[in-house]
């Protein structure tokens, strides 16, 4: 079982800068992302790296924005969220899967989650 914990979140003006973090032991065996789900809405895909880190991929709503990475040696995921706007206002969750996918339901280990407020 891998227990992932996400750290980072936190409340910040439009076109501030976050840096979430997700971490667990034996995260180099696994396809990582980060999805968010905001009051009222479906969870989401935000973003996702390869087990190597050399292949990304990104939402449109995010792209340009945002930006992925990972750690394999200290077991860590990153999302860089840069030019935040209230609409990114969301609980943003770090997923493992054992497959290359945005798909919410190939995701069998998640974290608890942590807010991103962006005030306008």
């Known amino acids: 079982q891998v227990h992932l914990v996400e750290s980072g979140g936190g409340l910040v003006q439009t076109g501030g800068s976050l840096r979430l973090s997700c971490a667990a032991s034996g995260l180099r065996s696994y396809f990582m992302a980060w999805f968010r789900q905001a009051p009222g809405k479906e969870r989401e895909f935000v973003a996702a790296i390869s087990r190597s880190g050399g292949i990304t991929s990104y939402a449109d709503s995010v792209k340009g924005r945002f930006t992925i990475s990972r750690d394999n040696a200290e077991n860590t995921v990153h999302l860089q969220m840069n030019s935040l706007k209230p609409e990114d206002t969301a609980v943003y969750y770090c997923?493992?899967?054992?497959?290359?996918?945005?798909?919410?339901?190939?995701?069998?280990?998640w974290g608890q989650g942590t807010q991103v407020t962006v005030s306008s």
């Open positions: 997923a493992a899967a054992l497959v290359a996918t945005q798909t919410m339901g190939d995701y069998r280990h």
